[in-house]
T-cell receptor, first 112, second 111 residues
Framework: SQQGEEDPQALSIQEGENATMNCSYK?????LQWYRQNSGRGLVHLIL?????REKHSGRLRVTLDTSKKSSSLLITASRAADTASYFC????????????FGKGTMLLVSP | DGGITQSPKYLFRKEGQNVTLSCEQN?????MYWYRQDPGQGLRLIYY???????QKGDIAEGYSVSREKKESFPLTVTSAQKNPTAFYLCASSKGGLAQFFGPGTRLTVL
């Protein structure tokens, strides 16, 4: 069964707007990661947040993690057409070598 | 130029045939993974390997087999026992089990 569930399934915005995607999961985790996938390509790692962290930034990306609610959000500020992609959250239950469990993703369309 | 490569990009298989998908990495990563992605879906783990000559089944291993004879290589064989093999297959690697680096994928179609 899939651990993470992203919301919304699809999001359409204009360039310059902010995009927020949410991820909920069911069991305790060690860390949560966000990945981007352009159509027909491999995934690209964006950011990792550990269970003892609440917020993390990387460029125009801001990730929050609320372990009490078992949820995370990914905010992309000042979106660009090049941000058009599917975004997946993935959870790792253990530290060290741990497999990831992926959600079904949010498809983001940024229109010029 | 470090990275992870997969070949071929597109693969067509007749029913009843076994096919092998290649995955090579020169990132010196210990762990390697195979995922399957169906349209509009997330990734599902097929097999993974943390060290050479050792591998474990993932969530959907039935109908697939792997080997890990070299650190750099983790080929996946889709056997005739896999009843619905048409999908996009992604290979990934990681060091220390954290962020995974993905290859470009192989799209397998059964004719």
């Amino acid at each position: 069964s899939q651990q993470g569930e992203e919301d919304p399934q699809a999001l359409s915005i204009q360039e310059g707007e902010n995009a927020t995607m949410n991820c909920s999961y069911k069991t305790s985790i060690n860390n949560l990661q966000w990945y981007r996938q352009n159509s027909g390509r491999g995934l690209v790692h964006l950011i990792l947040i550990r269970s003892n962290e609440r917020e993390k930034h990387s460029g125009r990306l801001r990730v929050t993690l609320d372990t009490s609610k078992k949820s995370s959000s990914l905010l992309i500020t000042a979106s660009r057409a090049a941000d058009t992609a599917s975004y997946f959250c993935a959870t790792a239950m253990n530290s060290g070598y741990s497999t990831l469990t992926f959600g079904k993703g949010t498809m983001l369309l940024v229109s010029p | 130029d470090g990275g992870i490569t997969q070949s071929p990009k597109y693969l067509f298989r007749k029913e009843g045939q076994n096919v092998t998908l290649s995955c090579e990495q020169n990132l010196n990563h210990d762990a390697m993974y195979w995922y399957r992605q169906d349209p509009g879906q997330g990734l599902r783990l097929i097999y993974y390997s943390q060290i050479v000559n050792d591998f474990q089944k993932g969530d959907i291993a039935e109908g697939y087999s792997v080997s890990r004879e070299k650190k750099e290589s983790f080929p996946l064989t889709v056997t005739s026992a896999q009843k619905n093999p048409t999908a996009f297959y992604l290979c990934a690697s990681s060091k220390g089990g954290l962020a995974q680096f993905f290859g470009p994928g192989t799209r397998l179609t059964v004719l």
